[in-house]
């Protein structure tokens, strides 16, 4: 089993900066790959990046290259979404998910929610403009 948190959501304006952590507990983190997804009001949940076990891969939707970028501490069980040049349509409720799933069933064109096994309860990103 392993537990994941996440913190660091908030309300910002449109051109600022966040950073989402992801903590993790139980079992060995460093055995998953780690994806961010996001759900607004009324849309289906959507894939938005990954990391792979080590931290020396990652995938991002383009709706988001060039302005997120994920890493992470596997020393501190953590990973981290920084987040630049917001806009209002990042607004949504954000959840990190850890999986065992081999990363080539991860990097595909439309990301599946269902190829992760364990799931944050989300944080609220409020983007105003």
């Known amino acids: 089993q392993v537990q994941l948190v996440e913190s660091g959501g908030g309300l910002v304006q449109a051109g600022d900066s966040l950073i989402l952590s992801c903590a993790a507990s139980?079992?060995?983190?460093?055995?998953?790959?780690v994806g961010w997804f996001r759900q607004a009001p009324g849309k289906e949940r959507e894939f938005v990046l990954l990391?792979?076990?080590?931290?020396?891969?990652?995938y991002y939707a383009d709706s988001v290259k060039g302005r997120f970028t994920i890493s992470r501490d596997n020393a501190k069980n953590t990973v981290y979404l920084q987040m630049n040049s917001l806009k209002p349509e990042d607004t949504a409720v954000y959840y990190c998910?850890?999986?065992?799933?081999?990363?080539?069933?991860?990097?595909?064109?439309?990301?599946?929610?269902?190829?992760?096994?364990?799931w944050g309860q989300g944080t609220q990103v409020t983007v105003s403009s």
């Open positions: 998910a850890a999986s065992s799933h081999p990363i080539h069933t991860l990097v595909v064109l439309t990301p599946r929610a269902s190829e992760y096994d364990y």
């Open positions: 139980g079992r060995s983190f460093s055995s998953y790959a």
């Open positions: 990391i792979n076990r080590s931290g020396g891969y990652t």
